[in-house]
């Protein structure tokens, strides 16, 4: 499925590095939202954007920070990580109270 | 928060109904229950979902209990490529979805 694409699939990444993920969906939907997924430990939603704007926070650190400059592109903004921050990166979309629509997710591994 | 229970683990065989169950008794009367699934590290798929009624899709059946404390979801003809966690999930909020995943069933389709 193409509707939602990530960018990169696979990051490595040293803990003083910044990089960025990229999302973007195809489905002319007007929210987003990021989702972390650890080893052994289920999805945790981090962030939700409707219509551009950040409606959800659910205690990230700060050393992710999310950007969404149109209602089709989201990003992920990545400083500074631990190891422990190494997890697959989902991005999700829907259409106001309609189903998500996830991608195949970055696979990121903080050194 | 809705929460939701499932077997940890189910087996199927192939070409068999695979008939997974999901227990939500403390639903609320607007939530929506979904029904995702997660192909090994790949990002979840949208199944199906429904609010009292049964559901049915080129992909699944969903039969809810008419008290809604309950529900099922049916695949008519497994394949080996349905195996995968399968997500019950009570939709939260009302101006977006608001998912909280949990650990989900892992269906193992034999042949």
């Known amino acids: 499925e193409t509707g939602v694409t990530q960018t990169p699939r696979h990051l490595v990444m040293g803990m003083t590095n910044k990089k960025s993920l990229k999302c973007e969906q195809h489905?002319?939907?007007?929210?987003m939202y990021w989702y972390k997924q650890s080893a052994k430990k289920p999805l945790e939603l981090m962030f939700v954007?409707?219509?551009?704007?950040?409606?959800e926070n659910n205690s990230v650190p700060s050393r992710f920070s999310p950007e969404c400059p149109n209602s089709s592109h989201l990003f992920l903004h990545l400083h500074t990580l631990q190891p422990e921050d190494s997890a697959l990166y989902l991005c999700?979309?829907?259409?106001?109270?309609?189903?998500?629509?996830f991608g195949p997710g970055t696979r990121l591994l903080v050194l | 928060d809705a929460k939701t229970t499932q077997p940890t683990s189910m087996d199927c065989a192939e070409g068999r109904a695979a008939n997974l169950p999901c227990n939500h008794s403390?639903?609320?009367?607007?939530?929506?229950v979904y029904w995702y699934r997660q192909i090994h590290s790949q990002g979840p798929q949208y199944i199906i979902h429904?609010?009292?009624n049964n559901e049915t899709n080129e992909m699944a059946s969903l039969i809810i209990t008419e008290d809604r404390k309950s529900s099922t979801l049916i695949l008519p003809h497994a394949t080996l490529r349905d195996t995968a966690v399968y997500y019950c999930?009570?939709?939260?909020?009302?101006?977006?979805?608001?998912?909280?995943f949990g650990s989900g069933t892992k269906l193992n389709v034999k042949p």
């Open positions: 999700a979309s829907s259409q106001d109270l309609g189903a998500q629509y």
């Open positions: 489905l002319g939907h007007n929210a």
């Open positions: 954007y409707n219509f551009k704007e950040q409606t």
């Open positions: 403390t639903i609320s009367g607007n939530e929506y």
């Open positions: 429904g609010l009292k």
């Open positions: 999930i009570v939709r939260v909020g009302t101006n977006f979805n608001k998912f909280y």
